[in-house]
């Protein structure tokens, strides 16, 4: 996705929206942990690569503090109140990390303290209030076999790297109990 952005939008000079999941889009991973390109999100290898280019909305699944009313908000966080906040109440349900428990690195669940500012997971927030709904793909799409050894490739990259069970996720919408 980076290389489609940088080749496609940021070096013609063009703006574009692009539309992924969140922890496609995060600013920034931990400065001291050593990941390659491979391993980092699509908003952080733009970052780097670009800098103040690239604007990164993060979804949130509740109403923004601050923000009333039911309708479509949106927030830049540089300059707001919500600067120097955390990033806590705006992060994925049961988000687990590698934690040193007893002497022994464990996966943990993420608790509020862990978070970094918001600042340097996103550039601002968008709450789609009413309209918020999850919508899931049809189970044909999981017939295309290149596209599931994808998913089941993704799935392996997600277990190494933050401890989630994509798998069973996956086994679940592919029966349709999505």
Known sequence: MANVVQREVLAKKRTALLIAGGMHLICEHDPAEVLTDEYRSVGDLLR???GDQVFLLWYTTGPIPG???SGVHAVALKGSTLENSSFAPFAPAGFTIKKIVDGQ?????????DW?????????????GQARKEVLPSTSVYK????LKEL?????????????????WLTNAINGKG
């Open 48 to 50: 780097r690569r670009h």
């Open 67 to 69: 923000l009333a009313g």
């Open 105 to 113: 690195t464990k996966w943990v669940p993420a608790e509020a303290k």
């Open 116 to 128: 970094p500012k918001a600042t340097v997971m996103t550039d601002g927030l968008i709450d789609y």
């Open 144 to 147: 295309d076999a290149e596209y």
């Open 152 to 168: 089941h490739r993704r799935a392996g990259i997600m277990k190494s790297v933050f401890d989630v069970d994509f798998e069973s």
